[in-house]
Nanobody, 127 residues
Framework: VQLVESGGGSVQAGGSLRLSCAAG????????MGWFRQAPGEGREGVAT???????SYADSVKGRFTISEDSARGILYLQMNTLKPEDTAMYYC??????????????????????WGQGTQVTVSS
């Protein structure tokens, strides 16, 4: 199953972007889906998670600014990003957990590389 992100780009600080992840049936069949980001020279960071029961969680750095949601009818996961800051600059990835043996990842900020991952979309925020 392929995850395909889109919606990245370059914006000025204070601006907004909405990322999309075409996920097909994974929006219904997964234990959870999430957004991660990786800045140059940094490790991959969990940004937001949407569990199968609709519960969301966010990294402290994005709380109140980012919103994760899904349109299961269209099979799309979204990340609405408002009030963007230069430190939000990174490659953004969506991911999905579909195997029961990895369901505990849904409650972790670090997910196994063996879950489903997209190729990423670049977000650049200038000051």
């Amino acid at each position: 199953v392929q995850l395909v992100e889109s919606g990245g780009g370059s914006v000025q600080a204070g601006g907004s972007l909405r990322l999309s992840c075409a996920a097909g049936l994974l929006t219904e069949d997964s234990y959870c889906m999430g957004w991660f980001r990786q800045a140059p020279g940094e490790g991959r960071e969990g940004v937001a998670t949407l569990n199968g029961d609709g519960v969301t969680s966010y990294a402290d750095s994005v709380k109140g600014r980012f919103t994760i949601s899904e349109d299961s009818a269209r099979g799309i996961l979204y990340l609405q990003m408002n009030t963007l800051k230069p430190e939000d600059t990174a490659m953004y990835y969506c991911a999905a957990v579909t195997e029961s043996r990895r369901a505990h990842d849904c409650y972790s900020g670090s997910w196994s590389p063996d879950n489903h991952w997209g190729q990423g979309t670049q977000v650049t925020v200038s000051s």
